[in-house]
């Protein structure tokens, strides 16, 4: 258990104040947070345990024991997930690798809570949508745009999880069945908090319920969803299979949003492309390369162009630098080198 001496410090030095009308346990520290609206139900029941998923200095992650809903806090400059409840505290003043180790988690009655800290939702946001797509051409120039960038950039697939990729893309609209199997396999592939194969099914998913104007994309997206969804537990990890959940019902985090937003317009997709790259170690190219795989796949009935087949990275594309591959990602719960779908087995 972390000390609570130590919490109390850390959040004290972050600035923020208890929620009004809150009355924290005994030794608790109460902080406010903002909290997403997917998250409304979740909150909203008795308070009850969670399941510690895992620890990080810009977010934890707990897991509902009941229901298997995955609760994110984070902190105000970290990725914002769409289940996420959003802290004012910046990481560098982060109050959560204090709680390293702790299991005493807690969800419902209006709050999250691990060791000491106790986060009250005090406000509400909505994860956000992109706008209205533009016409034929100006979508098709965002694609282009997208797919010389990505030529060159750092993913996590391997080979065959390309192809796979790939006969999705070609599947999605004139042979269903076909395109479920192709994202079945994708399922866990790679090691991480967020397996490769995962991203790009949730940046796929994404992308053919928001750039497809018509109704067709988002009955595709829905269907497809819909089955990944329901294969996912247990063959990836609970994070993962939590955002393709929400993918499957058009949710994303800001970064990849914004990128679909900007393909559909054609307009800023370079900008877009290089915010979402920091995203992880090779999580924003594996979520960009499913968009792109998605944005294809409305060439219905046609065969995709073939996927990049990223090698250097950073060669053509100007972006802030991913951190250096010898780092200590997190890897939760798999450890490198197998993918999370063959360590469940």
Same mark, same amino acid.
């Given at each position: 258990?972390?000390d609570?001496g130590?919490v109390?410090?850390?959040?004290?030095?972050?600035? &923020?104040?208890?929620?009004?009308?809150?009355?924290?346990?005994?030794?608790?520290v109460?902080?406010?947070?903002?909290?997403?609206?997917?998250?409304?139900?979740v909150?909203?029941?008795?308070?009850?345990?969670?399941? &510690?998923?895992?620890?990080?200095?810009?977010?934890?992650?707990?897991?509902?024991?009941?229901?298997?809903?995955?609760?994110?806090v984070?902190?105000? !400059?970290?990725? %914002?997930?769409?289940?996420?409840?959003?802290?004012?505290?910046r990481?560098?003043?982060?109050?959560?690798?204090?709680?390293?180790?702790? $299991?005493?988690? #807690?969800?419902?009655?209006?709050?999250?809570?691990?060791?000491?800290l106790?986060?009250?939702?005090?406000?509400?946001? $909505?994860?956000?949508?992109?706008?209205?797509?533009?016409? &034929?051409?100006t979508?098709?120039?965002?694609?282009?745009?997208?797919?010389?960038?990505l !030529?060159?950039?750092?993913?996590?697939?391997?080979?065959?999880?390309?192809?796979d990729?790939?006969?999705?893309?070609r599947?999605?609209?004139t /042979?269903?069945?076909?395109?479920?199997?192709?994202a079945? #396999?994708?399922?866990?592939?790679?090691?991480?908090?967020?397996?490769s194969? !995962?991203?790009?099914l949730?940046?796929?998913?994404?992308?053919?319920?928001?750039?497809?104007?018509?109704a067709?994309g988002?009955?595709?997206?829905?269907?497809?969803g819909?089955?990944?969804?329901?294969?996912a537990?247990?063959?990836?990890t609970?994070?993962?299979a939590?955002?393709?959940?929400?993918?499957? %019902?058009? /949710?994303?985090?800001t970064?990849?949003?914004?990128?679909?937003?900007a393909?559909? %317009?054609?307009? !800023?997709?370079l900008?877009?492309?290089r #915010?979402?790259? $920091?995203v992880?170690?090779?999580?924003?190219?594996?979520?960009?390369?499913g968009?792109?795989?998605?944005?294809?796949?409305?060439? $219905?009935?046609a065969?995709?162009?073939?996927?990049?087949?990223?090698?250097?990275?950073?060669a053509?594309?100007?972006h802030?630098?991913?951190?250096?591959?010898?780092?200590?990602?997190?890897?939760?719960?798999y450890?490198?080198?197998?993918?999370?779908?063959?360590? #469940?087995?």
């Amino acid at each position: 258990m972390a000390d609570p001496g130590e919490v109390n410090r850390a959040v004290a030095s972050v600035g &923020v104040q208890a929620a009004p009308g809150a009355v924290p346990p005994v030794g608790a520290v109460s902080v406010p947070g903002a909290a997403s609206t997917v998250l409304r139900a979740v909150l909203a029941g008795p308070e009850r345990a969670a399941r &510690v998923l895992g620890v990080f200095p810009a977010a934890l992650y707990l897991a509902d024991v009941d229901s298997g809903e995955v609760v994110t806090v984070c902190t105000h !400059d970290a990725v %914002r997930l769409p289940n996420a409840v959003v802290l004012a505290a910046r990481t560098g003043r982060s109050p959560f690798p204090a709680l390293t180790g702790c $299991t005493d988690a #807690r969800i419902g009655g209006g709050l999250v809570g691990l060791g000491s800290l106790r986060v009250d939702a005090v406000r509400w946001w $909505t994860p956000p949508r992109p706008p209205a797509p533009g016409d &034929v051409r100006t979508r098709a120039h965002g694609v282009t745009t997208l797919c010389a960038a990505l !030529d060159t950039a750092a993913t996590g697939l391997p080979a065959g999880a390309r192809a796979d990729l790939a006969e999705l893309s070609r599947y999605a609209y004139t /042979d269903p069945e076909r395109a479920a199997g192709a994202a079945l #396999r994708l399922i866990g592939l790679g090691p991480g908090l967020t397996p490769s194969g !995962d991203d790009a099914l949730c940046g796929f998913l994404l992308a053919l319920r928001h750039l497809d104007p018509g109704a067709a994309g988002a009955r595709h997206a829905h269907t497809l969803g819909a089955r990944v969804a329901a294969h996912a537990p247990g063959r990836t990890t609970d994070l993962s299979a939590a955002l393709l959940g929400h993918a499957a %019902r058009g /949710d994303g985090c800001t970064q990849l949003i914004d990128l679909i937003g900007a393909m559909g %317009r054609d307009t !800023d997709v370079l900008p877009c492309l290089r #915010r979402l790259l $920091t995203v992880g170690h090779t999580s924003g190219a594996d979520l960009a390369l499913g968009v792109l795989a998605g944005a294809e796949a409305m060439r $219905t009935g046609a065969a995709p162009a073939e996927l990049p087949h990223p090698t250097l990275p950073h060669a053509k594309l100007p972006h802030p630098k991913l951190p250096h591959p010898k780092l200590p990602y997190p890897k939760l719960p798999y450890p490198e080198g197998r993918s999370a779908r063959e360590q #469940r087995a």
